[in-house]
């Protein structure tokens, strides 16, 4: 028999919550839902849950990774329940009890600890840059060390792991039989996904939102390759020099707009801002614009005087690597392409 966790909704305020008390399961957001079907069929399923407080259930589950939050089913809920915002709120729970060091959770319930992590993150690098007296070439070389250090680390101790015990609870558990074949066959899912989110392209009218996803994604990426890979402050190749400053720019151009959009809160999607979503958008912004500011400080023979962009560039990166990669937003990015592949091979 399923287990039963009357305090579940209790747990689920300190992620965003919902009004499990407003709901009166009439349907109507499985109804108007686009990403819904009779195979995969929500958010109804995920509300009457949380209102039994099966939590087992709600944890061996993929859909709340097969919703793209575009908000439909919030704006025709006649109770306004908000069942988007309860997909978002169990997507931020789940995160948390996939992550086996569970800080996730922890930095997901309480902001002054977040902000803690933040603030002692950039005492880290100052206290390393005071260390170095300040040799601007020192601390960029040892900043790029830990670019690849960082990606490494972060990826094998913190995302790998919780990868694994997302497949624990959503197919081992649940007494799903995949044949190899099939985790071999369907592995260009979880590419396709990760790379384009085509899926979200399944909802109305999502048409703009899907592509300033997409080149987010493709910028960020680009990023990514460019300084850790192709040493892009070190650079002296035309092409990787013009190509970096192009990625950066559409980081910088695309979070603009996210931000813009959530303090506008004009769209269903940007209504309602957790600080996990706050943080995640404001320091990509930060990263596109400080990575930006720096290339061009190098560029015009600045930088050698103003060694403290550099240091804020830093900063920011390193509490990105450290912080928001592995147990704040940016795993989404991650799990719901291991949702579509997991929900691929098991049905
Ligand atoms: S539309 Fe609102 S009231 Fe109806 S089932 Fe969904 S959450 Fe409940
Ligand atoms: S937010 Fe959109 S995709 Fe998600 S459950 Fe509601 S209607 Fe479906």
């Known amino acids: 028999m399923t287990p039963i966790n009357t305090e579940f909704g209790k747990k689920l305020e300190k992620y965003g919550g919902f009004d499990f008390n407003a709901c009166y399961n009439c349907g109507t957001c499985t109804a108007v839902c686009s990403l819904s079907t009779e195979t995969d069929s929500f958010p109804r399923e995920m509300v009457r849950f949380g209102v039994l407080g099966m939590e087992d259930d709600i944890k061996s589950s993929l859909k709340p990774w097969l919703c793209y939050y575009c908000g439909d089913c919030t704006k025709y809920c006649p109770q306004d329940a908000k069942p988007g915002e309860l997909m978002m709120t169990l997507r931020r729970w789940l995160t948390a009890e996939y992550d086996w060091t569970r800080l996730s959770g922890l930095l997901y319930r309480s902001l002054p600890l977040s902000i803690v992590a933040m603030l002692l993150v950039a005492a880290g690098v100052i206290l390393f840059a005071i260390g170095r007296n300040f040799n601007?070439?020192?601390?960029?070389?040892?900043?790029?060390?830990?670019?690849?250090?960082?990606?490494?680390?972060?990826?094998?101790?913190?995302?790998?792991?919780?990868?694994?015990?997302?497949?624990?609870f959503t197919i081992r558990k649940p007494g799903y039989k995949v044949p190899l074949k099939s985790y071999i066959k369907g592995i260009g899912e979880l590419f396709v996904h990760m790379f384009t989110q085509k899926r979200a392209l399944g909802c109305d009218d999502n048409q703009l939102r899907w592509f300033e996803h997409f080149i987010l994604v493709i910028g960020y990426l680009g990023l990514l390759f460019t300084t850790v890979f192709l040493d892009w402050f070190s650079s002296t190749s035309l092409f990787v020099i013009i190509f970096g400053y192009l990625v950066s720019v559409i980081i910088f151009i695309v979070t603009i707009d996210f931000v813009y959009d959530r303090i506008k809160k004009s769209k269903e999607?940007?209504?309602?801002?957790?600080p996990s979503d706050w943080v995640f958008v404001v320091w990509l912004l930060l990263m596109g614009f400080s990575a930006f500011a720096v290339r061009l400080f190098i560029d015009l023979k600045l930088l050698?005087?103003?060694?403290?962009?550099?240091?804020?560039?830093?900063?920011?990166?390193?509490?990105?690597?450290?912080?928001?990669?592995?147990?704040?937003?940016?795993t989404h990015f991650l799990y719901r392409s291991f949702a579509m592949y997991f929900t691929k091979i098991t049905n």
């Open 269 to 274: 999607i940007s209504k309602y801002s957790q």
């Open 304 to 330: 050698e005087n103003n060694i403290w962009l550099y240091l804020f560039h830093l900063i920011v990166l390193v509490q990105w690597a450290l912080i928001i990669v592995p147990f704040g937003k940016w």
């Open 136 to 168: 601007l070439e020192s601390v960029m070389h040892t900043g790029h060390i830990f670019e690849m250090a960082a990606i490494a680390t972060v990826f094998t101790v913190i995302l790998l792991p919780n990868i694994i015990r997302m497949w624990w």
